[in-house]
């Protein structure tokens, strides 16, 4: 089953905007992390976020976590063509790190 | 650094037949995943090991599915016999140790590519 569940599915926009992805899960998570599939590739991580911590930035990445809610969000700044991809939360769990993932991002940025 | 290796890397085999896939994860992760991704959806844990043992197996259907991981470092998953719903992206990551709250990363390979008809 998925512990995640990500929204939008599917996100278009221009080249330079901003992209906002959101990712409910349901039980109490070590961490988060968000991780990029480009078509036909396997899923790169880009970054994690402890369940102590409410924000974490890297690069061009915002990353915001409300254990509260449950909730996550990923905000890709100043958005490039080479950011078209799908966007997954994994989220951490359990004595073994057992790692679910959402359901997912689909997002195209138009030059 | 080599990265998660798989093979084959594509496949298209008849329902009922059968196909093992093939995975060397990076060298010292002790943790070694599969997954299922279907068109569309997020990747679905089918197996996780420790070494050589399996800690989560819960969502692999064990009538079909095996998998293996001997002495600790290569794995194999195989569907016998398949079935159309099998089609899928079958994902193999590892990772340095799957224990705790560190958090390590996971790495993936570039996937297996079935198609079953």
């Known amino acids: 089953s998925q512990q995640g569940e990500e929204d939008p599915q599917a996100l278009s926009i221009q080249e330079g905007e901003n992209a906002t992805m959101n990712c409910s899960y349901k039980t109490s998570i070590n961490n988060l992390q968000w991780y990029r599939q480009n078509s036909g590739r396997g899923l790169v991580h880009l970054i994690l976020?402890?369940?102590?911590?409410r924000e974490k930035h890297s690069g061009r990445l915002r990353v915001t976590l409300d254990t509260s809610k449950k909730s996550s969000s990923l905000l890709i700044t100043a958005s490039r063509a080479a950011d078209t991809a799908s966007y997954f939360c994994?989220?951490?769990?359990?004595?073994?790190?057992?790692?679910?993932f959402g359901t997912g991002t689909k997002l195209q940025v138009i030059p | 650094e080599a990265g998660v290796a798989q093979s084959p890397r594509y496949k298209i085999i008849e329902k009922r037949q059968s196909v093992a896939f093939w995975c060397n994860p990076i060298?010292?992760?002790?943790?070694l995943y599969w997954y299922q991704q279907i068109l569309g959806q997020g990747p679905k844990l089918l197996i996780q090991f420790q070494n050589n043992g399996v800690v989560d197996d819960s969502q692999l259907p064990k009538d079909r599915f095996s998998a293996e991981r001997l002495k600790g470092v290569d794995s194999t998953l195989k569907i016998q016999p398949a079935k159309l719903e099998d089609s899928a992206v079958y994902l193999c990551?590892?990772?340095?140790w799957g224990q705790g709250a560190n958090g390590n990363t996971i790495y993936f390979g570039e996937g297996s590519w079935l198609t079953v008809v």
């Open positions: 060298s010292g992760h002790a943790t």
């Open positions: 976020i402890r369940s102590n911590e």
């Open positions: 990551a590892s990772s340095l």
């Open positions: 994994a989220t951490y769990s359990g004595g073994y790190q057992k790692v679910t």
